[in-house]
């Protein structure tokens, strides 16, 4: 409709000149200085107004100040005549004390307070009419001039006399303290201690006899005289002068011994669990512990959950305290790398802290303590609370004292050690999602993430206290334990058997996670738990497995084994079998590297999770895996062994080699000449035996094998011949050293037995079976070191009998007139043997007639073969090393080396036998075969033997009446019906 025909405004044009317009860039920071500059001038301005506060301030209290000195000094030459004005100087003088030229103002009013005999009642009478107060200003001013004097070394004793003029005259009550404690009232004393008392008076005899003692400890125990309703008097105490300096000596040797009587040990729990609950913790020194334990009194009416708490949570943190020193120390020695490395870290032994530790172990050991500890159990097994606490305290008295007495008390408590278990076994946590899930079943399965405390306590405690109870226990009173005297029946130890094996596998994967998101193993804090409570756990199972090789309570071996250990399968998989031929110890089977070297090996091995956890197990818990794999085990780490003496890439038989002669009718002397460790340095070489006859000429044949096989056998033998005075045997036939070799041969005996070792050793090293039945307590020796009285049956069933029946004697022990000496025949003549130093004359009491029978067990397992399983010991290492044998029980070792009493299968050494001589018809070439009518026969009449027979048989073949462990397959045996090799 309508149109616009002329034309829009235009835009103005504007001249700029030369002028650019600005960056956005340029804007921003010109809007940021700006803003700077405002906030300048705002903090300029808030800190001027502060200034003038302050100034201001100043001003007014220098004016107060100076209006109340005048005033304190006009009401002070009135309180000469009149004592109504000492409360109203106390008050001003209290304002303005603060600097050195104030203390004589202060010495002039201390002056007239000290002659008043009364102060309370003429704190009263003042004008002011408010004693509380004045007596809180009172010790404030104290306070000041006190520290005043410590800091510029002046004469402090009219403080001091006032203070123990309101100490003498009971001028403190419930408010007061209070107020006077919460104000370094004890810090105060503390400082006075250390001024007026010189530390060389402390370590006297008994320091509190010494006059300034004396009186310090007067001003403490004053504080705790006055009857207050809170524990706040306790938990300043702890807090001001324990943990602030604790191993002091004027904590250590003054303050704790003399204190101790005065503190209440209810209010004292009170204290301590409420400063568990704070921001700064539960206190982690040695001393609070020592306080605590001279205090600690079980009544009726005690709080015994709350003790059990405090108990767990001081020990718990000590323990933690000190691995993180340890971690430090151990941190601070590697980066080191001075010749001097580490000196400085060690304690000294006159420092206060190995000297508390060691107060600390004598109350633990003594009586009292003991019988503390008993009466604290029964209450405390009500609540699984409390027996968390319990386990809490005894898992970290554990790591602190490992040898502590008072382990000893807590065996005989079955129901605590069916609490403990129980406890374990019920432990439970929530879930994110809120479900109750099982703390041991996420052990077992290697996922558990938290609680680790409580459930490492709880568990740790359970296999110290059990293993100890092991140890008390004979195999007798084990079978048919007494009332109260073993907490569980046979099922259900099965059942914590198969849950401790489940639980040390459990811990196993936690160490090596395939994870590191499941479980993080680089907290050392974490693993170091974990490697403390997996010690205990395979520690008692190795107890009760060694128990049930003699015993025999379970159902089998195979109730030992656990389908969780899978060992590799594959041939080209032996980094576990170099690691083991090297040499591994425990503490590289529970680090996390993945790496493993040792200082004789150029080469370093990179090992999976896998390859750790079943390196852990095998020098731990081998029992989970079956015996047949561990014996294929071992044959792998002997192979490597012998790869790396000959060469890896040299055919079987090839290789260095010991050419020796020898005369069958001075086999054991000439082999001992030859194949001495001076002659013959490595007996891992193969060995070639050219034997002659009794008149000196060598006998017809090559050695391939079977000579060598023969010559060892018939060496074994001779060597374990009782009429050679090197073996004897018990009366089951079974051989271990003769105790008194050295009448016979000598001193010359350790390398007889040496040899012998070394003997054994090159029987096991080449699998060659022989007959030889050790005795039952030698082998377990050989795998220990040690055995103890359960073995004695094994040597001598008459005496065993003997020392058990004493244990279980209804009368008096004293009537046998025993001591700790007895007699023995050698070669024919008695001889007196002292058990112990001074034996003959220390008579055997009820007290002390375990400890008899455990020393005359000892003395005849032990002490009387020492050197000759010393020796025996070397020699066989020399060849085998004992980390190696380890991995088997002392009936599996007997076993690999005499084979298996197992019948044999004739078919298996019909399928693996090689036929050889000369031809069935001479002048044929037909050699012998399976097929041949007189081969059938033969394995006919085999095959219709008794088990005797066949036993026979196998022994007039290969000298050994046993099967070889693995089949005949694996066995090298060779002579007279040879048997051919895969």
Avoid at 128 to 149: A, E, F, P
Avoid at 534 to 550: G, I, P, S
Avoid at 816 to 837: H, K, Y
Wanted: charged share 25%; net charge neutral; glycine share 4%.
């Amino acid at each position: 409709m309508y149109s616009f025909d002329g034309t829009f405004k235009a835009q103005p044009i504007v001249s700029l000149g030369n002028a650019k317009p600005a960056s956005p860039k340029s804007i921003i920071e010109a809007s940021r200085k700006s803003r700077e500059q405002r906030q300048k001038a705002k903090n300029f301005e808030k800190a001027a107004l502060i200034v003038q506060k302050f100034m201001r301030s100043c001003c007014v209290r220098l004016k107060l100040k100076r209006r109340l000195m005048t005033e304190f000094e006009e009401r002070l030459s009135m309180c000469r005549t009149d004592t109504r004005y000492i409360g109203s100087s106390i008050y001003r003088l209290n304002y303005f004390f603060q600097t050195p030229r104030d203390r004589k103002c202060w010495l002039a009013l201390a002056q007239i307070i000290l002659t008043q005999k009364n102060l309370l009642e003429v704190l009263q009478k003042s004008e002011t009419g408010c004693s509380i107060l004045q007596i809180r200003y009172l010790v404030l001013i104290c306070k000041k001039d006190i520290n005043l004097c410590i800091s510029n070394n002046e004469n402090m004793s009219l403080s001091l006399r006032v203070l123990e003029t309101l100490c003498t005259q009971n001028s403190f009550n419930d408010s007061i303290s209070r107020d006077v404690l919460e104000n370094g009232y004890f810090p105060l004393l503390l400082a006075i201690a250390k001024k007026k008392i010189p530390e060389d008076a402390l370590y006297r005899p008994d320091p509190s006899r010494d006059e300034r003692c004396k009186f310090v400890l007067s001003l403490f125990k004053f504080v705790f005289s006055i009857q207050m309703s809170s524990y706040v008097r306790e938990k300043l105490f702890i807090s001001d002068v324990i943990a602030v300096d604790p191993y002091s000596p004027y904590v250590t040797e003054l303050l704790i011994p003399a204190m101790a009587e005065s503190l209440d040990a209810s209010k004292l729990t009170r204290a301590f669990d409420e400063l568990s609950k704070s921001e700064d913790g539960t206190p982690r020194d040695l001393s609070s512990l020592y306080l605590y334990l001279r205090c600690l009194k079980i009544s009726q009416n005690a709080n015994i959950g709350m003790i059990c708490s405090v108990l767990a949570n001081i020990t718990s943190a000590i323990v933690d305290e000190d691995n993180k020193k340890s971690r430090l120390a151990t941190s601070q020695l590697d980066g080191d790398e001075s010749e001097d490395e580490g000196e400085d870290m060690d304690f000294e032994e006159s420092s206060p802290e190995p000297k508390m530790r060691s107060r600390i172990a004598d109350l633990l050991d003594s009586p009292e303590f003991v019988s503390s500890l008993k009466s604290l159990l029964p209450a405390a097994m009500d609540k699984q609370s409390s027996v968390v606490n319990i386990s809490r305290f005894v898992y970290s008295i554990m790591q602190l004292y490992p040898k502590s007495k008072m382990f000893f008390a807590l065996p005989t408590n079955s129901k605590l050690l069916r609490q403990l278990w129980s406890s374990f076994v019920t432990l439970s946590a929530k879930t994110p999602s809120g479900q109750q899930t099982s703390l041991a079943g996420q052990l077992i399965s290697g996922t558990l993430t938290s609680h680790y405390d409580e459930v490492f306590s709880v568990l740790g405690s359970f296999c110290r206290i059990f293993g100890l109870l092991l140890v008390t226990l004979h195999d007798e009173e084990f079978l048919h334990p007494r009332e109260f005297s073993f907490p569980f029946s046979r099922d259900e130890l099965l059942s914590v058997i198969t849950t401790l094996r489940d639980a040390a596998l459990g811990i196993t994967e936690m160490l090596h996670p395939e994870s590191r998101f499941m479980f993080k193993a680089s907290d050392v804090a974490t693993t170091h738990k974990l490697t403390v409570v997996f010690k205990l756990v395979y520690q008692l199972l190795r107890q009760l497995h060694d128990r049930d090789q003699r015993l025999s309570f379970s159902p089998g071996a195979e109730f030992w084994i656990s389908s969780r250990v899978i060992l590799p399968k594959s041939p080209q998989d032996v980094s576990i079998c170099e690691v083991l031929r090297r040499g591994v110890d425990l503490e590289c089977a529970l680090s996390a590297e993945q790496s493993f070297s040792v200082d004789d090996a150029p080469n370093s091995l990179m090992l999976t999770v896998r390859d750790k956890r079943i390196l852990l197990v095998l020098s731990c818990l081998p029992y989970c895996i079956h015996f047949h794999h561990r014996v294929k085990l071992f044959r792998k780490i002997i192979m490597l062994d012998r790869m790396s003496v000959e060469g890896a890439n040299l055919p079987a038989g090839v290789g260095p080699s010991i050419d020796i002669h020898v005369r069958r009718t001075h086999l054991y002397e000439d082999a001992y000449e030859k194949l001495s460790l001076q002659n013959e340095p490595d007996l891992r070489k193969r060995i070639r035996v050219t034997m002659k006859n009794m008149a000196g000429l060598d006998e017809a044949g090559i050695d391939g094998g079977g000579i060598t096989r023969e010559f060892l056998q018939e060496l074994v033998k001779a060597a374990f011949d009782p009429k050679r005075a090197f073996f004897t045997t018990t009366s089951q036939q079974n051989f271990y050293p003769f105790p008194h070799v050295s009448h016979i041969v000598g001193e010359s005996f350790r390398s007889h037995y040496y040899f012998i070792g070394r003997v054994v050793g090159k029987l096991l090293y080449e699998n060659l079976l022989v007959e030889l039945p050790l005795a039952p307590f030698f082998l377990a020796k050989i795998l220990s070191g040690h055995v103890d009285i359960n073995y004695l049956a094994s040597l001598d069933q008459q005496l065993h009998e003997n020392l058990m029946s004493l244990k279980t004697c209804q009368g008096d022990v004293e009537d046998l007139t025993l001591t700790f000496c007895g007699t023995q025949s050698v070669l024919g003549n008695m001889e007196e043997i002292e058990l112990i130093p001074g034996g003959k004359d220390i008579p055997v009491t009820e007290s002390n007639k375990v400890f008899y029978m455990h020393t005359v067990a000892d003395y005849w397992l032990n002490k009387q073969i020492r050197a000759q399983y010393s020796s025996f010991v070397q020699g066989l290492s020399n060849l085998i090393s004992l980390k190696w044998l380890r991995m088997f029980s002392a009936p599996e070792l007997q076993t690999l080396l005499s084979g298996a009493q197992i019948s044999i299968d004739v078919e298996d050494m019909r399928k693996n036998v090689r036929y050889d001589g000369p031809p069935p018809t001479v002048g044929s070439e037909e050699r012998w075969s399976d097929e041949h009518p007189y081969i059938q026969m033969l394995w006919k009449v085999v095959q219709g033997m008794t088990d005797e027979q066949k036993s026979l048989f196998l022994k007039f073949i290969t000298s050994c009446s046993r099967p070889p462990l693995l089949g005949f397959k694996v066995s090298t045996l060779r002579h007279g019906m040879n048997q051919k090799t895969e």
